[in-house]
T-cell receptor, first 117, second 114 residues
């Protein structure tokens, strides 16, 4: 049973390019979360999605960032026109399908490390 | 708004000694509390959680945590540290009032010396 799969593990982009990060949740999980980790800041929540729905995007920057979780395929975090400040580790997590419970444990992927030159 | 404070950026302990990593929280409802560990260049791994019941929660790798409602704390402990416990530890909280995000502290680096 594969865990949460993220790719690419490392991504280098030049300023102004687009970055696409992909996340496949664990089997049987339909809740997906994206977090960003910056040095000295810990993990910051970005967005919570279920299949075809964005449930909470309160942590997403208003511009350049978007996320989706289509009916088929992985969840994608998209960053347009990247800037140096976007350099960070982006982690995806998933939790079990069914009615949401705050007690559910999030299972994290290994992360995607974005470097913007 | 919910929040987590991990007051120590780093904790140093000698192998074989007990360790404590501190965490305090703030939520509007009843808390669900979690500890995760992160090894270099890896994702976060779940250690333990408190939902309700016994205030002392036991988790993976010999770790435990004590929930203290009056002090709003959830400190992580281990009776005897191992060098392999050296890692970054995150405390996290959610409230129980319907959907809420999982909010993390900034993390505490634990360094266990031989």
């Amino acid at each position: 049973n594969a865990g949460v799969m993220q790719n690419p593990r490392h991504l280098v982009r030049r300023r102004g390019q687009e970055a696409r990060l992909r996340c496949s949740p664990m089997k049987g999980h339909s809740h997906v979360y994206w977090y960003r980790q910056l040095p000295e800041e810990g993990l910051k929540f970005m967005v919570y999605l279920q299949k075809e729905n964005i449930i909470d995007e309160s942590g997403m920057p208003k511009e350049r960032f978007s996320a989706e979780f289509p009916k088929e395929g992985p969840s994608i975090l998209r960053i347009q026109q990247v800037v140096r400040g976007d350099s960070a580790a982006y982690f995806c997590a998933s939790s079990p399908s069914g009615t949401f419970s705050g007690a559910n444990v999030l299972t994290f992927g290994a992360g995607s490390r974005l470097t913007v030159l | 708004a919910q929040s987590v404070a991990q007051p120590e950026d780093q904790v140093n302990v000698a192998e074989g000694n007990p360790l404590t990593v501190k965490c305090t929280y703030s939520v509007s409802g009843n808390p669900y509390l979690f500890w995760y560990v992160q090894y270099p260049n890896r994702g976060l791994q779940f250690l333990l959680k408190y939902i309700t019941g016994d205030n002392l929660v036991k988790g993976s790798y010999g770790f435990e945590a004590e929930f203290n409602k009056s002090q709003t704390s959830f400190h992580l402990k281990k009776p005897s540290a191992l060098v392999s416990d050296s890692a970054l530890y995150f405390c996290a909280v959610r409230d129980d009032s319907g959907y809420s995000t999982l909010t993390f502290g900034k993390g505490t680096m634990l360094l266990v010396s031989p």
